[in-house]
């Protein structure tokens, strides 16, 4: 691409979130969007379109991957920011200052984002507690449509699917049971 063109010997270092937690993420940027507005693909929790997106994003590290990049978990940075940035200075060998780790300063969240993208986590401490998030914001189908949509990044790196409910009437019909149920 255009930056490994320009800066070849260059350390990319790429945030990796669990795509159904990112999935997550969007489907409340379309609750906080004004009803104002029309509405767009996150309000209407278009999750094939939401996939699509994520998956476009890290097309390019897919299968060869890139030779200059690393890779970060976002759930290590959001659990313990100063173990995850240590670990990334000794794998780079970058000089990273960890002295303010734990008071971060940031800019005005307007500044860096459009209202409805701001959550209550924004400008705080680094926080675990939108790992997971998929679990509460996502119901069944929608995991599945993630899971499989997004398969190549989970598999490459290392997201485990999670088992999600059938609807009843959408799979098997109404009236029916399911398999070895009775």
Not at 20 to 39: E, N
Not at 119 to 128: D, H, I, K, N
Request: hydrophobic content about 40%; aromatic content about 8%; overall charge positive.
């Amino acid at each position: 691409d255009e930056a490994e063109d320009l800066f070849p010997r260059s350390v990319r270092i790429v945030c990796m979130r669990d795509p159904r937690d990112m999935a997550a993420s969007f489907v409340q940027i379309g609750q906080r969007q004004s009803a104002a507005t029309k509405p767009g693909k996150y309000e209407r929790r278009d999750i094939n379109f939401i996939c699509k997106k994520v998956l476009a994003s890290y097309q390019p590290l897919l299968h060869a991957g890139r030779p200059n990049a690393v890779m970060v978990r976002y759930e290590a940075i959001a659990s313990d920011p100063k173990g995850a940035l240590e670990a990334l200075a000794r794998h780079t060998g970058l000089d990273v200052a960890l002295d303010r780790i734990d008071r971060p300063v940031w800019l005005d969240a307007e500044a860096r984002h459009e209202p409805s993208w701001i959550s209550e986590l924004e400008g705080a401490e680094a926080s675990p507690s939108s790992i997971g998030s998929f679990k509460r914001v996502l119901n069944g189908d929608e995991i599945a449509m993630v899971q499989q949509i997004c398969e190549p990044i989970m598999s490459q790196f290392g997201y485990a699917p999670v088992e999600t409910p059938l609807r009843r009437g959408r799979f098997f019909g109404f009236g029916q049971s399911r398999p070895g149920k009775r």
